[in-house]
């Protein structure tokens, strides 16, 4: 199975910072990369696909970047709707494995 | 719009099994695969398996081989998981989700609501 790494595990900043998320996969999966938000007590919803492209909905201060192992979510500019955990998975092969979770808490 | 819409919670005994349905709208049911996701408490996500409509053929995570059941019926339209043999360990909210591709980039675009499943003697 692929392993998905992300880093870190939790982060706590104010709103209007920049916040960036890492996410590495243990072998090349091309873009084949998806970054999910849940907020507590609900079911995860899609972000970005395809590493960067933006879910229809999804205000523009998100964004994912990278290739091959390493990626990236960034949000430009915290809000206090961004509080949540942030999940990446890899669609490249079965099973579709999860990262271990980025927890954004506001300062 | 596009809904997943599952079962209700359940309580099960340790060594027993528990179904949890899923029931789509919004899309063609046969027309994309479906997902099994579940969330221990305080946990992360974790992939336990997809169904092709269609075509009936299953994907497990190595995990739950032998443990796990994923079915559809077309003619409802709706999806199931059913795992066995139920320890502590397996309490947790399992979601269906459907595996959806946007621009060609296969993802979980829509989920359903979550199940909580509980074992407990």
């Known amino acids: 199975d692929i392993q998905m790494t992300q880093s870190p595990s939790s982060l706590s900043a104010s709103v209007g910072d920049r916040v960036t998320i890492t996410c590495r996969a243990s072998?090349?999966?091309?873009?084949?990369l998806n970054w999910y938000q849940q907020k507590p007590g609900k079911a995860p919803k899609l972000l970005i696909f395809?590493?960067?492209g933006l879910q229809s909905g999804v205000p523009s201060r998100i964004s994912g970047s990278g290739s091959g192992t390493d990626f990236t979510l960034t949000i430009s500019s915290l809000q206090p709707e961004d509080l949540a955990t942030y999940y990446c998975?890899?669609?490249?092969?079965?099973?579709?494995?999860f990262g271990q979770g980025t927890r954004v808490e506001i300062k | 719009q596009v809904q997943l819409v599952q079962s209700g919670a359940e309580v099960k005994k340790p060594g027993a099994s528990v179904k949890v349905s899923c029931k789509p709208s919004g899309y063609t049911f046969s027309s994309r695969n479906i997902n099994w996701v579940r969330q221990a408490t305080g946990q992360g996500l974790e992939w336990m398996g997809t169904?092709?409509?269609?075509?009936?053929?299953?994907d497990y995570a190595q995990k739950f081989q032998g443990r796990v059941t994923i079915t559809s019926d077309t003619s409802i339209s709706t999806a199931y998981m059913e795992l066995s043999s139920l320890a502590s360990e397996d309490t947790a909210v399992y979601y269906c989700?459907?595996?959806?591709?946007?621009?060609?980039?296969?993802?979980?675009?829509?989920w359903g609501q979550g199940t909580l499943v509980t074992v407990s003697s």
């Open positions: 395809g590493a960067s």
């Open positions: 072998q090349t999966i091309s873009r084949y």
């Open positions: 989700a459907r595996a959806g591709y946007v621009s060609g980039w296969p993802g979980n675009d829509y």
């Open positions: 998975q890899q669609s490249y092969t079965t099973p579709w494995t």
């Open positions: 169904i092709n409509p269609n075509s009936g053929s299953t």
